[in-house]
């Protein structure tokens, strides 16, 4: 079975500009998160979402937005690309809400994203 | 807040030798997760373990072993023997016990590991 895969690999953008990544959970798995991470750090978490709805957010500009499709495949949108937009861009998917917290998430390998 | 500390930036050893990655967190939470994940120069995170806050129980899979103490809030990680494949960055993670949360977990800033053979 096909992990969680991402696309484009590698973007390179200049500021000002609009950004799409796109990302395709694991088969049977409803819910996706979004990760940045800048070089040299861990993972920052952007957004979470469960059967097409926003279920959390974390502490990033309104200029970031994300949706999920009825395949439970997402997008993540960045308007007004910035300098510090420099980043891998992670998507993480899994299986279902249960109690919450301690869900096993399955990573894809990111969209490497440089902005000049 | 919750916070998650992970003090060394850089480990570097050499093949066979024993290293323990630190991990230190803060939370107000009774109930929470943690987890550590490895992160190979390919980028995804691979998961390697989860533990909630209530089982304090130390845990081995072959060469890797886990050290719980909540008394210090740590979660410590211990590879055995350590070979040149286990070079990676490893990032430590705190999730909270919180009913719709299935994705969102707060990282320490990871520990390169670096075998030399």
């Known amino acids: 079975d096909a992990g969680v895969t991402q696309s484009p690999t590698h973007l390179i953008k200049t500021r000002g500009q609009h950004v799409t990544l796109r990302c395709s959970p694991i088969?049977?798995?409803?819910?996706v998160s979004w990760y940045q991470q800048v070089l040299g750090q861990g993972p920052q978490f952007i957004f979470q979402?469960?059967?097409?709805?926003?279920?959390g957010r974390g502490n990033f500009p309104d200029r970031f937005s994300a949706r999920q499709f009825p395949n439970y495949s997402s997008e993540l949108n960045v308007n007004a690309l910035l300098l510090g937009d420099s980043a891998l861009y992670l998507c993480a998917s899994s299986a279902h809400q249960g109690a919450g917290g301690n869900e096993k998430l399955f990573f894809g390998s990111g969209t490497q994203l440089s902005v000049l | 807040a919750q916070k998650v500390t992970q003090a060394q930036t850089e480990i570097s050893v050499v093949e066979k030798e024993d290293v323990t990655l630190d991990c230190v967190y803060e939370t107000r939470d009774t109930t929470y997760y943690l987890f550590w994940y490895k992160q190979p120069p390919s980028g995804e995170l691979v998961f390697l373990i989860r533990?909630?806050?209530?089982?304090?129980q130390n845990e081995i899979s072959g060469r890797y072993s886990w050290n719980f103490q909540k008394s210090t809030s740590s979660f410590n990680f211990t590879i055995t023997a350590s070979q040149v494949v286990d070079s990676a960055v490893y990032f430590c993670a705190l999730s909270e016990a919180r009913r719709g949360n299935t994705g969102k977990l707060i990282f320490g800033q990871g520990t390169t590991l670096q075998v030399k053979p």
């Open positions: 088969s049977g798995h409803k819910s």
């Open positions: 533990r909630n806050s209530f089982d304090e």
């Open positions: 979402y469960y059967e097409k709805e926003e279920r």
